[in-house]
């Protein structure tokens, strides 16, 4: 027992020994790489405070003109700015990787579909990276809406369903499925607008679409 511990001992010494001729061998590159990382982490620091907090500001500052015309339905302008402000799709150009700038994609295809530009709603809705509850739902209806509208009703009703099935909460969802059920009828596929609807019915009472859908019940039935 003596004997073993004696072997373990002279083993760690041995093994001490080594990593000390390694440090003292390797001092200088060992002391190059440490103060590498320190400058890495330096300059991350100051890059997250110096360049992009200003930046996530401004941006922010520039955003809140911009959703104020377009609440005021002055789309354009909301897109485009004026002398003093930035409009969404400058946002997108000058603050790049911000969370303003990804934001201020969701309104520019929001924009873009109350003008009718189809085609940008879509590019601009597609570039949107959503992660909340409600907006990236809306997103994907939005785009279904101008594929709606571009003719594109199979594009449209996928999208629909799409959304629906993204999150489960009494504001997207009934819209989604009601949107999603009436494409069916246009498609005629009376059974799946039916299943649709029926899920309202069934499962949104507090949404605005439960108040006539009875009537989409009875119509897909119908057919």
Do not use: H
């Amino acid at each position: 027992m003596e004997k073993q511990i004696e072997d373990k001992n002279t083993e760690m010494g041995s093994v001490i020994t080594r990593s000390e001729e390694f440090i003292e061998k390797n001092q200088k590159t060992i002391i190059i790489v440490i103060v590498a990382i320190l400058v890495v982490i330096l300059a991350i620091f100051g890059l997250r405070k110096w360049y992009f907090q200003p930046r996530e500001v401004r941006a922010a500052e520039e955003m809140f003109a911009a959703e104020q015309w377009f609440a005021q339905g002055d789309f354009e302008k909301a897109l485009n700015g004026d002398d003093t402000f930035r409009g969404f799709l400058g946002i997108i150009d000058n603050y790049g990787c911000t969370k303003a700038a990804n934001l201020a994609k969701y309104y520019a295809g929001i924009s873009n579909l109350r003008l009718g530009n189809y085609d940008e709603a879509i590019k601009w809705l597609g570039k949107y990276n959503g992660k909340d509850t409600f907006t990236r739902p809306l997103a994907e209806m939005a785009q279904g809406d101008a594929e709606m509208e571009r003719g594109n009703t199979d594009k449209a009703v996928s999208l629909y369903i799409k959304a629906a099935n993204m999150e489960n909460n009494y504001i997207t969802t009934p819209t989604a499925l009601f949107k999603a059920g009436m494409g069916y009828m246009m498609l005629g596929d009376n059974a799946k607008a039916l299943d649709c609807f029926q899920q309202v019915k069934k499962n949104y009472p507090e949404a605005t679409e439960w108040q006539e859908i009875d009537k989409y019940i009875a119509l897909a039935e119908a057919k």
